[in-house]
C-alpha cells in the first residue's frame, strides 16, 4: 500500500492540531515537515479560496441531512454531500489503482486497512468510462499518494468540496458563487467525473450515508448532549459551541473515519463495517474528542518532562478510544434508541428513500421488529473489538484501567490519574 500509516497510528490515528503538538512521534516528523512545504505550496491556492469564500455567504445556507431528516441535531450536523463523496470515491479508486500498478512488497506489519464491501463495477458506456478513467487518473497522478489527514491540500479541497454541496459544479458557469476556486485541472476532472458518479455510484452512496444518518441519529438526539458535557468534563476543557459538521461518505480515510480541525470536521465512511450500528455513535464521538483532548495531550508531555521521560507513542489517542468506549458502553445499555429501536440500516434506508422528511418517529417504528449485530448490553468498545491495543498499545490498556479508570470513577483526579500512567510506563 502507498503511504501506510505507520501501525501505531490506528484510525484516524492524530488530527492535524496534535500531529502539530508533535505528540504522535517519530514516524510523523516527515507529515509536519510535507505539511509546511505545502503551507507555502499553496498558499496561492488558499488565497484564492478566501477571495472566494466571500460569495459563500449569500448563497442560501444548506440544510443538513439529518436537519431534513429529524430538524436540527444536537452536538453535530450530518451531511451526506455530492463533492466530497466523488471526492473520496475518486481518491479511493485511484489508490487502489496505484497499489495494484506497485504492491507493497516491504514486508512491513500493514496499518489499518479499508474494511468496506467491494462494489459491483457500474456498466458504464465507452464516454463515460473513459471520463471516469481520466478524472482516476489526475486523482493517481496528483493526489492519490497524498494522506487525507495530514495533506494540508488535500484538507482544505475536503472542507472546500463540502462547502460547496449544493452546488451543480465547481467553476461558477450557471451561479457565480458555485466557483470553488479549485485549479482548473482538478475542477475539470471533478465535472467531468459528476454525471457518471451522479448516474451510477453516487444513489448508492447517498442511500447507505442517509441510512448511516437515520441509525445513528436517534442516538445523537437522546445522547448527545448528555455524552459531549461528561467528554468535556472528563478533559477537563469546553465542548465547541459550534455543532461539528460531519460528512459522511462511502469511503473515507484507510482507518475509515477522520477528523481535520481549524475548523473541526469529521468525515465518517458510511460502507465501512467498523462504523454501523451502535459502534456509530462511539465513532462518532471518538473523533470529536479529537478537537477537545489537548489538555490530555498537554499533561502527558508535562508528566513526561518533569520525569525526563520520552512521551509515549500515542498514549493519548488510546486514552481518548478507551475513555470514549467507557463513556459509551453505559450509556447504550440504557438508551431508549437503541434498547427500542434495534434500529435495522435496512428498514431505515427503506423510510429515508421515500422521503426527504423522515421523522424519528416513523423510522423507530418501521424498523423495531429488526435486530442488530450489537447487543448494547454487550457492547464492545472500538479499540477491544478491532484490536487496537494488540498492536503496539500492550501497556495501555493495562495503565488506563489502573490509574485512568478510577479518575472516570470519581476516585482520583486527572493530573493524578495521568502522572501514574506516564510514571508507570
Ligand atoms: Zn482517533
Redesign the pocket.
Known sequence: MIARLSPNS??????FATRRANLCSAGVGGTIVRFAMLRRAHTRFLFVLLILALFVPLRAKASSQSELAYGPLPVFELHSGFWVNLHHTLYHQARLRKDAASPDKTGKTPGPALKTPAETKPAYTAAEQKAWDDAVSYYAANLAAKDLLFSSELVELKNQLSDFEDCDELTGKTKKFCDAGLPPKLAQALEAAAPVYRAHLWPDHDRANRRWILRVAPLVIEQGVGLSERLADIYETHWPRQKIRVDVAAYANL?G???TLDPQRVTIASLDSRNQDAEALEVLF??A??GIAEPVQDAIIRECRQRDKAIPRDLW?AL??YTTGEVIRPVLASSDATAAGKLDLRSAASTSESSSTTTFGSSATSSRENTRSTSAAGYTPYALREGLYERGWKNYLDVLQRFWQPYLDGRATFSDAIARMVSSL
Not at 490506528?10 to 488530527?15: F, K, T, V
Open positions: 490506528e484510525l484516524d490515528s492524530c488530527s482507518a473515519a477522520y477528523t471518538h473523533e474528542s479529537h489517542h481518548i478510544f
